[in-house]
């Protein structure tokens, strides 16, 4: 049977580009429904007028119909390889949802990868940037920095920063991050197949820590 795994943390944690390192190395497919929702909003069809304007009435979409869609676009890739799902549990009850559609597929989860945050590194990583008032592009003080202070590289747009960039507002979404977090933390360990990961450290050695764990070694490789 493949293996399944399944990469979670909050952003800024670098699990994508952790995944993205993994792909050079193995024969692996990437699976997260931000892609998901990106590629049915760019493909606009009538079937997906709903979602659309869920979204754009600012409403929340449910756990089922997420999932209900994560199996349609399943069918995208190749359920003979193994496969890495990023975010696809953000609450407990799509815990339940995840093991069903895995079922389905004759598949289950064989790891979960936690990227760990100190609440002093999210703030570091995020109250850094700065978005481009005219184009929205992201800087950073320490990781993309402007070439001129405050002034879009692009289009010379005036840097600004977002009200949920604030110290402040960032510690608060953390503290309802690891709210909701616990449980399926909490779910995951008690099966056994939880991996917490040090998300501060350099992405290269987040990259060896997990290339030494058991099942990522078992990954299929590219030929
Ligand atoms: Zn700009």
Not at 3 to 11: A, K
Not at 205 to 222: G, T, V
Request: glycine share 4%; charged share 35%; net charge negative.
């Amino acid at each position: 049977m493949p293996y399944t795994v399944l990469m979670h943390g909050p952003s800024g944690s670098g699990k994508d580009t952790q995944a993205d390192l993994l792909k050079q190395i193995y024969d692996i497919e990437k699976i997260g429904t931000g892609e998901m929702f990106r590629s049915l909003l760019e493909n606009g069809s009538e079937q997906f007028q709903y979602i659309i304007d869920l979204m754009n009435s600012g409403k929340f979409i449910s756990s089922e119909l997420t999932y209900q869609l994560l199996d349609d676009w399943l069918q995208n890739y190749d359920s003979h390889k193994d496969w890495i799902f990023i975010s696809v549990v953000r609450k407990s009850k799509q815990i339940r949802l995840l093991d069903e559609l895995l079922k389905k597929y004759t598949r289950k989860l064989d790891l979960f990868l936690f990227f760990k945050l100190s609440e002093d590194a999210a703030i570091e990583r995020m109250s850094l940037r700065k978005n481009c008032s005219i184009c929205g592009r992201v800087y950073h003080d320490i990781y993309n920095r402007e070439k001129f202070s405050d002034k879009c590289d692009y289009d010379n747009g005036e840097l600004f920063i977002r009200d949920d960039d604030r110290p402040e507002a960032i510690k608060k979404r953390l503290e309802e991050y690891n709210r909701t977090i616990e449980p399926i933390l909490y779910e995951y360990r008690r099966r056994g197949i939880l991996i917490e990961i040090d998300a501060s450290m350099p992405i290269d050695d987040i990259n060896e820590e997990i290339s030494n764990i058991e099942i990522i070694k078992n990954l299929k490789k590219i030929n």
